[in-house]
């Protein structure tokens, strides 16, 4: 399984940013999706996921109102809209994927991962 994100950039403060992740070897339509993104020092934080047996969404609170999480089963891609992108946002952002129904904030439950994609924020 192979996943690959794009969309990544430098933005403003109040920007928006789409990024995307096309899975190859494995569906989106049996795998729960989850985007996590780092900066460097600090652990892996959990920003959004949805589920591929109920479609559920659930988002960090740090992002809640501001990011979208989404997919596209014909597409074989899973989307993450951010609104109103703070300085704070700006971290390495990866796409995950989960063969669980349920959309965990823990990173181990993925068993796949992308190589990441850059987005920072300026003020």
């Known amino acids: 399984v192979q996943l690959v994100e794009s969309g990544g950039g430098l933005v403003q403060t109040g920007d928006s940013l789409r990024l995307s992740c096309a899975a190859s070897?494995?569906?989106?339509?049996?795998?729960?999706g989850g985007w996590f993104r780092q900066v460097p020092g600090k652990e892996r934080e959990f920003i959004a996921a949805?589920?591929?047996?109920?479609?559920?969404?659930r988002y960090s609170d740090s992002v809640k109102g501001r990011f979208t999480i989404s997919r596209d089963n014909a597409k074989n891609t899973v989307y993450l809209q951010m609104n109103s992108l703070k300085v704070e946002d700006t971290a390495v952002y990866y796409c995950?994927?989960?063969?669980?129904?349920?959309?965990?904030?823990?990173?181990?439950?993925?068993?796949?991962w992308g190589q990441g994609t850059q987005v920072t924020v300026s003020s």
């Open positions: 070897g494995r569906t989106f339509s049996s795998s729960t």
């Open positions: 995950a994927a989960s063969v669980y129904c349920s959309g965990s904030s823990n990173s181990r439950t993925y068993a796949y």
């Open positions: 949805i589920s591929w047996c109920d479609d559920n969404t």
